[in-house]
């Protein structure tokens, strides 16, 4: 099993830029495809982005593609989502998760860990 906590969610302005963090523990982490997740208020989890083990492989939900980008590092067994031109609608508490699939994956329910999540807040 693998355990991830996230950082550097918080407040920022629509237009702004955040990065998150995921890092995780245990030895699993460089054979495993990562994603980030988010729910907001009252609405479904909903798939952001993926990457594959080795970090050659990104993908994007549609409505952040150009503004969001995920990267890895597995010698920090961490991943990360860069967040820029932020919007209200971002709004959301991020997720970070590993998947237990081989192929890259947008459904929540192939991945197996999840970490606890962190808020990201957009102000108009």
């Known amino acids: 099993q693998v355990q991830l906590v996230e950082s550097g969610g918080g407040l920022v302005q629509a237009g702004g830029s955040l990065r998150l963090s995921c890092t995780a523990s245990?030895?699993?982490?460089?054979?495993?495809?990562m994603g980030w997740f988010r729910q907001a208020p009252g609405k479904k989890r909903e798939f952001v982005a993926g990457?594959?083990?080795?970090?050659?492989?990104?993908y994007y939900a549609d409505f952040v593609k150009g503004r969001f980008t995920i990267s890895r590092d597995n010698a920090k067994s961490t991943v990360y989502l860069q967040m820029n031109s932020l919007k209200p609608e971002d709004t959301a508490v991020y997720y970070c998760?590993?998947?237990?699939?081989?192929?890259?994956?947008?459904?929540?329910?192939?991945?197996?860990?999840w970490g606890q999540g962190t808020q990201v807040t957009v102000s108009s």
């Open positions: 998760a590993a998947s237990v699939v081989v192929l890259s994956t947008t459904q929540d329910r192939d991945f197996g860990s």
């Open positions: 245990g030895r699993t982490f460089s054979n495993r495809g």
């Open positions: 990457i594959n083990w080795s970090g050659g492989n990104t």
